[in-house]
């Protein structure tokens, strides 16, 4: 059994009979599951080749249309052709396009708005980089290239240079505000080091963030202390992306760091922020390990070690897990059934 796939022009004037993408053969009947359906690698040769067939008709439709000059409005006529090796989605093309001449002023047209050095298309270039901000650029260049015939920039290197582009380009757009504003609105903040892998070279604070509001409005951001990227500058974009007002109420989670209130405060969050459930639990875990070093050696100093150890850890337990309400029940219990000698 076997079939044909033939990509067919359809519209006005059109003569030709269509161009055959690929021909499939599979046993009849469906006795081993694994002939049902197209193959990973037939999907993506089909892709391939309508991908080639269509750009091949954009190309001819486009080297038929004579524009006229830009400058004096003149007759152009074909100086040359120049080929363009173009990346994209569903793999790599080479386009042969025209390039006209002006016969009045001799001024050069090409008849297309591309960016200039344009290698590939935008939504390779988006997609590289929301896989590259999800995963490493070596694991998203082996998906991306494992599930389409993205034969073209798959390397590590060229994700990494469209993931910063694109970064380049959602910094300096301009910021699109949302239609209504919101009351209130959460940022978290946060830091840490990267440490380089090599030595002699210098280790990376990294400070990220998250902004949410009760609907579900949500921006997340992260920069590179020391470098281009102006941190407050960031987080006042964000706090605006999700609906910031003067009259909106703010509450700020950090780790307590002078430093990332400093850059709150910068940020327009005035109010004091607040330790997180995550830090508190990691403080707490200080403070069992601290009391695990207690002394033992005098009476009743046992019982008073074994009894912390028990409630701290119980109180770090609930409060690494969400349960606010227990976590206090726990230190109003504490309090009551401390022993006599602790709470002196």
């Not at 910031?244 to 307590?256: E, H, I, N, Q, V």
């Amino acid at each position: 059994m076997g079939w044909i796939l033939r990509l067919v022009e359809t519209g006005p004037d059109i003569t030709a009979d269509g161009v055959d993408l690929i021909e499939i053969d599979r046993p009849t009947g469906l006795a081993e599951i694994a002939n049902l359906g197209l193959t990973l690698s037939e999907a993506k040769q089909v892709l391939a080749r309508m991908q080639r067939a269509l750009v091949a008709a954009q190309a001819h439709d486009h080297a038929v249309q004579r524009p006229g000059c830009s400058s004096c409005n003149g007759i152009c006529h074909i100086k040359d052709w120049r080929p363009h090796q173009i990346a994209t989605l569903f793999g790599g093309v080479t386009v042969r396009l025209p390039r006209w001449l002006c016969t009045g002023c001799r001024r050069i047209e090409t008849g297309m708005s591309w960016p200039s050095h344009c290698r590939s298309t935008p939504e390779l270039d988006q997609l590289q980089a929301h896989l590259s901000a999800l995963m490493s650029y070596r694991v998203a260049a082996g998906v991306l290239g494992h599930l389409l015939p993205v034969e073209a920039s798959t390397s590590p290197e060229t994700f990494r240079h469209h993931t910063l582009k694109i970064g380049e380009q959602l910094r300096d757009a301009a910021l699109a505000k949302p239609a209504t504003a919101e009351p209130a609105i959460s940022i978290s903040l946060d830091s840490t080091f990267i440490r380089s892998r090599h030595d002699g070279e210098r280790h990376l604070e990294v400070r990220v963030g998250n902004v949410e509001t009760p609907c579900g409005g949500r921006q997340v951001f992260g920069a590179v202390a020391k470098s281009d990227t102006d941190i407050t500058t960031l987080i006042s974009r964000n706090l605006e992306a999700v609906g910031r007002t003067d009259d909106s109420d703010l509450t700020a989670f950090t780790d307590g760091c002078s430093g990332l209130r400093s850059i709150l405060a910068a940020a327009g969050v005035t109010k004091p922020p607040v330790l997180d459930w995550f830090h508190i639990a990691m403080r707490l875990q200080h403070a069992k390990l601290a009391a695990s070093s207690l002394s033992t050696d005098e009476p009743g100093r046992m019982q008073t070690k074994a009894f912390i150890i028990e409630q701290v850890e119980r109180l770090r337990w609930r409060i690494w897990n969400g349960n606010a309400k227990n976590a206090q029940i726990t230190i109003e219990r504490t309090g009551d059934m401390m022993p006599i000698s602790l709470r002196h």
